[in-house]
């Protein structure tokens, strides 16, 4: 069965700074995907980022980019510029590359706490 | 983007009740749908996932006869909590998965979150 860890159950980070959570997964899979999800205090989950591990070229979306190292079984989320709005759990993900059924689901870290200060 | 919602957001009731939590896709056909549960300050834990029109496959260690998931149509599963005691509040999480049409990746959306006290 596939594990995710995330070994920092709080970061803090200066608004404007960047701060890198971390992220390791245990598979024996050579294709799936990753995810990074963002809960803030209202308990909706967000998509930040996505990564296919097919792809050797790392994800970006904005401030939000990952560092995927594959043979090592590592994903990190590295965040530019932190803003207030930052502030949320975060959740690192994975899934298997078959999309039917329950091999779709995800299995989730036990999640990172991001403060931001000013 | 897809919308997921949820129904009810919050709900209190009395040990020994039946509570019944829906999860509807609103823009879009689901044809798997997923419910998680999330103690305070923890992770989600996947309960079960349900595929439209038939059984729900149930994570191990969930009580199937508890937790009763139904998912008769494509925008519209229901997690049932059967004689409900303290132990089950938590916060029940549901997300929805669009039909795959035969290309790329699909997504998977979140409802916001139903949270349960039970008295």
């Known amino acids: 069965a596939q594990t995710v860890t995330q070994s920092q159950p709080e970061m803090s980070v200066q608004e404007a700074e960047t701060v890198t959570l971390s992220c390791t997964y245990d598979t024996s899979e050579s294709d799936y995907y990753l995810f990074w999800y963002k809960q803030p205090p209202s308990r909706q989950m967000i998509l930040v980022i996505r990564q296919e591990a097919y792809k050797q070229q790392n994800a970006t979306e904005n401030r939000f980019s990952v560092n995927f190292q594959k043979a090592a079984k590592s994903f990190s989320l590295k965040i530019s510029d932190s803003q207030l709005g930052d502030a949320a759990m975060y959740f690192c993900a994975y899934r298997t590359s078959w999309d039917t059924g329950t091999a779709s689901k995800l299995t989730f870290g036990t999640g990172t706490r991001l403060q931001v200060t000013l | 983007g897809a919308v997921v919602s949820q129904h009810p957001s919050r709900v209190i009731c009395k040990s020994g009740t039946s509570v019944k939590i829906e999860c509807r896709s609103l823009?879009?056909?689901?044809?798997?749908m997923f419910w998680y549960r999330q103690f305070p300050k923890q992770s989600l834990m996947l309960m079960a996932t349900s595929n439209e029109g038939s059984k729900a496959t149930y994570e191990q260690g969930v009580e199937k006869d508890k937790f009763l998931i139904n998912h008769a149509s494509l925008t519209l599963s229901t997690l049932t909590v059967t004689s409900a005691h303290p132990e089950d509040s938590s916060f029940y999480i549901c997300?929805?998965?669009?039909?795959?049409?035969?290309?790329?990746?699909?997504?998977?959306?979140f409802g916001p979150g139903t949270r349960l006290t039970v008295l």
């Open positions: 997300s929805a998965r669009d039909r795959w049409t035969g290309g790329g990746t699909v997504s998977q959306y």
């Open positions: 823009d879009f056909q689901a044809t798997t």
